[in-house]
């Protein structure tokens, strides 16, 4: 059971550059999320979403866009790199919430990326 | 906006020593979670708090939700060298979009041998 899996691992990229972000859960998780994570920012959520064909912008969406074609899988999209995207990137999944609790988020290794 | 504090930002304990970390939030919570991060790792699901009041330990991991449901701590007994590592708290609000978490910023802890 692999759980949540983010390729590439590592990637770096010059300006004005072009890459997606793939993340793949195999536990039917119905939402998922792609935050980055800069020193002393903790986690920030870029995109989210809470089903197939569904997707919401969390808290620093500019720069980036996403897809969710298939339930298992999540896109994250930079078209046109910036060096303020230098970050590590981790997508998480989940069940989906209730009105009174979250369901745990289930992280992936991340990817590391670095944008000259 | 909604804002969860984390305090301290860093500690550094010997081994040995006990530790705690605080969370707080401006608003009411309907719910927190604690997470762990090791160095060059990604971030693993500790535990989730529900009730006010409510107390539940983990071996030699203690996490508390206040009364009022507005702060959260998590605190480590005689901490070991496996303890290594960032503890985030992330909550959700008691009232509006839950499918998002409202994350602290971290405390990381460092243990020395």
């Known amino acids: 059971n692999a759980g949540v899996t983010q390729t590439p691992k590592f990637r770096v990229l010059k300006t004005g550059q072009s890459m997606t972000l793939l993340c793949a859960q195999d536990?039917?998780?119905?939402?998922m999320y792609w935050y980055r994570q800069d020193p002393g920012m903790g986690l920030r959520l870029i995109h989210y979403?809470?089903?197939?064909?569904?997707?919401a912008k969390g808290e620093v969406p500019d720069g980036y866009n996403v897809s969710r074609l298939k339930k298992q899988n999540f896109l994250l999209g930079l078209e046109s790199a910036a060096p303020s995207q230098t970050s590590v990137y981790f997508c998480?999944?989940?069940?989906?919430?209730?009105?009174?609790?979250?369901?745990?988020?289930?992280f992936g290794d991340g990817t590391r990326l670095s944008i000259l | 906006g909604q804002q969860v504090m984390q305090i301290p930002q860093y500690q550094h304990v010997q081994e040995g020593e006990d530790f705690t970390t605080y969370c707080n939030s401006s608003?009411?919570?309907?719910?927190i979670q604690w997470y762990k991060q090791r160095p060059g790792g990604h971030p693993v699901f500790l535990i989730q708090?529900?009730?006010s009041g409510e107390v539940k330990k983990q071996k030699r991991l203690t996490f508390q939700f206040g009364e009022a449901k507005k702060n959260s701590s998590l605190h480590i007994t005689a901490t070991q060298t496996t303890d290594v590592g960032t503890y985030f708290c992330?909550?959700?609000?008691?009232?509006?979009?839950?499918?998002?978490?409202?994350w602290g910023l971290g405390t990381s802890l460092a243990v020395n041998p």
């Open positions: 979403s809470v089903g197939e064909g569904t997707t």
């Open positions: 992330a909550g959700n609000q008691n009232a509006g979009n839950n499918r998002k978490l409202i």
């Open positions: 536990m039917n998780h119905e939402y």
């Open positions: 608003t009411t919570l309907s719910n």
């Open positions: 708090l529900v009730k």
């Open positions: 998480a999944s989940s069940y989906s919430a209730s009105s009174v609790s979250n369901q745990p988020q289930h």
